[in-house]
């Protein structure tokens, strides 16, 4: 097999996001060529250097492995970095938005019982998310010399994502809408663009969840 034919059959049998991917691929490319450079200097036609070159490299069984345990800590990494600061950040941004609008205090008064408990269950809900996301980060980065199985995590985290966000959204949906809270406020222009920047975040949330659980099921 000449290098050309080695990296297509490696690119393909790798998943996870673009850019490493691409990388981990070049550098593959980058350490074939040199040995067969070094090779067809001692005399090798090229062809054969190449394929000498390949074989030493190693079987795509062999070294895949290898380069997926990367990429898969890659897409955890990506996954629980925007979890620790985009889902502390929605929290933040709703808590003002509600500690200033309505303006007239009384607005609140005929809220139901349970929406004071509510409130505080999406709060503890989507800080704990964050913070996992956060120990995930840890865990795959600094923390891989004590972690042995890496792909668990990272998968636990895809796994996190995809059942907090519809719990969440339920719990936003009781807020906004059966909260005996005015109609005006959910359409105030705050509380419009709030919603946009919730919506795109769990958007870009769920999408990186989505590829943690592909990549896992690779390994």
């Excluded at 970095?81 to 003002?96: D, N």
């Amino acid at each position: 097999m000449l290098i050309d034919d080695f990296v297509s059959d490696l690119g393909r049998a790798l998943a996870g996001p673009s850019g490493p991917k691409r990388d981990l691929v070049v550098e593959a490319r980058d350490s074939l060529s040199d040995t067969a450079d070094a090779l067809e200097a001692e005399g090798l036609d090229r062809a054969e250097a190449e394929r000498r070159a390949v074989a030493e490299f190693g079987e795509i069984s062999e070294i895949a492995p290898g380069y997926q345990a990367e990429l898969t800590a890659v897409a955890g990494r990506r996954l629980g970095r925007l979890l620790f600061i985009s889902v502390p950040m929605t929290v933040l941004m709703w808590s003002v938005i509600w500690r200033f609008y309505p303006v007239d205090a009384n607005a609140w008064a005929h809220k139901p019982g349970w929406f004071l408990f509510v409130s505080r269950l999406l709060d503890a809900l989507q800080l704990a998310t964050g913070l996992l996301g956060g120990l995930a980060l840890f865990a795959l980065g600094r923390g891989t010399r004590w972690i042995r199985r890496p792909r668990l995590v990272t998968r636990a985290l895809g796994v996190l994502v995809w059942a907090m966000l519809p719990a969440t959204g339920v719990l936003s949906l009781l807020l906004s809408y059966d909260s005996g809270v005015p109609d005006s406020v959910p359409v105030y222009l705050p509380s419009v663009l709030a919603n946009a920047v919730t919506s795109a975040l769990w958007g870009v949330q769920l999408y990186g969840a989505a590829r943690c659980l592909r990549v896992t099921r690779t390994i």
